[in-house]
Structure formats: structure tokens, C-alpha cells
Nanobody, 125 residues
Framework: QVQVVESGGGLVQAGGSLRLSCAAS????????MGWFRQAAGKEREFVAAMSWTAGSTYYTDTVKGRFSISKDNAKNTVYLQMDSLKPEDTAVYYC??????????????????WGQGTQVTVSS
């Protein structure tokens, strides 16, 4: 069993930055991929970024490439999402998710096994 908890959301002006954290606990050795998803009000949950826990490969949705960066700290069992040049369109609840079964299409939410509670990111214009 794995538990993940997000933090770091808040209110920021357009062009500003935030860093989200996702702390994992439990059977962290079973984690294969960590992903970030977001859901804006009235919209479907969408993929943002993902990282292979073991290989370190990273993936991003086109709308955040060059602005967001995913990274991890193995000692702290934590994955981060550094968000720069934020836009109002980035406003959403951001969720961290963990995959443990090694069978995953990284950009599909249904492939992840464990989810955090979400953290709100609001970007003002």
C-alpha cells in the first residue's frame, strides 16, 4: 500500500512560480511511476507530468513543456512539480498519483493505483 500527499498549492499572479510536493509513504519501493494530474472546475482531469521512479524518465503534456519541471528526491520519497511562468489556464486542483504495477500508459489517469487528495493552484490574471 502506498499513500501520497500533495502540498504547495496557493494563489499566484500570472508569470509567477510555485513548487508542488508529493510525499509518498508506505511501500514506496513498489512505486514505478509518479504522475501529476490536474482538474479545473467543470473540466476533466488531465495529465500534466510524470516521472519513472527508477529510470528517471520524464514526460510532459504539451501545454506545460518549458514551464514545468518534474523531479524527485529519493531520500525523502518525494516528487516535485516546479511550475514557472504560470498562466491563468493553469488554475486547477493538482493531484499526485503513484503507479505500482509497472503496466502503465503514463498520461492516462486510469493506470495509476494511488492518488493524493489534491492541492489547489490558482493563477490570477
Amino acid at each position: 500500500q502506498v499513500q501520497v500527499v500533495e502540498s504547495g498549492g496557493g494563489l499566484v499572479q500570472a508569470g509567477g512560480s510555485l513548487r508542488l510536493s508529493c510525499a509518498a509513504s508506505g511501500r514506496t519501493s513498489s512505486i514505478r511511476t509518479m504522475g501529476w494530474f490536474r482538474q479545473a472546475a467543470g473540466k476533466e482531469r488531465e495529465f500534466v507530468a510524470a516521472m519513472s521512479w527508477t529510470a528517471g524518465s520524464t514526460y510532459y503534456t504539451d501545454t506545460v513543456k518549458g514551464r514545468f519541471s518534474i523531479s524527485k528526491d529519493n531520500a525523502k520519497n518525494t516528487v516535485y512539480l516546479q511550475m514557472d511562468s504560470l498562466k491563468p489556464e493553469d488554475t486547477a486542483v493538482y493531484y499526485c498519483a503513484a503507479d505500482v504495477d509497472r503496466t502503465l500508459t503514463y498520461y492516462l489517469a486510469r493506470g495509476y493505483d494511488y492518488w493524493g487528495q489534491g492541492t489547489q493552484v490558482t493563477v490570477s490574471s
